[in-house]
């Protein structure tokens, strides 16, 4: 069974970065399609940015320029670098992983990120 941990959420004022972190356990990583989801109170839960098994990347339109999705597949670790943070970004960030062969589907126990002076 898949594992993922999450770490890296917090509280920072409007301008200000943060630095997710997802570790996956019991996976080959270079199996997996891996994303960063985000779920605001009352909001669905929308891509933030997804990274392919090949390293093709999008992001959602609302942090384009802002946010940088990687992965290293040595660690078997993916990162957002969020960069800018608004009160919009404001939501539980979620980690999320796709076996290429199976479509298998995984998810994190999420982060709280918090935009807020």
């Known amino acids: 069974q898949v594992q993922l941990v999450e770490s890296g959420g917090g509280l920072v004022q409007p301008g200000g970065s943060l630095r997710l972190s997802c570790a996956a356990s019991r996976i080959d990583f270079r199996a997996y399609q891996l994303g960063w989801y985000r779920q605001a109170p009352g909001k669905q839960r929308d891509l933030v940015a997804h990274?392919?098994?090949?390293?093709?990347?999008t992001y959602g339109d609302s942090v384009k320029g802002r946010f940088t999705v990687s992965r290293d597949n040595a660690k078997n670790t993916v990162s957002l670098e969020m960069n800018s943070l608004q009160p919009d970004d404001t939501a539980i960030y979620y980690c999320?992983?796709?076996?290429?062969?199976?479509?298998?589907?995984?998810w994190g126990q999420g982060t709280q990120v918090t935009v807020s002076s």
């Open positions: 999320n992983v796709r076996n290429i062969f199976t479509s298998v589907s995984s």
């Open positions: 990274i392919s098994s090949g390293g093709t990347i």
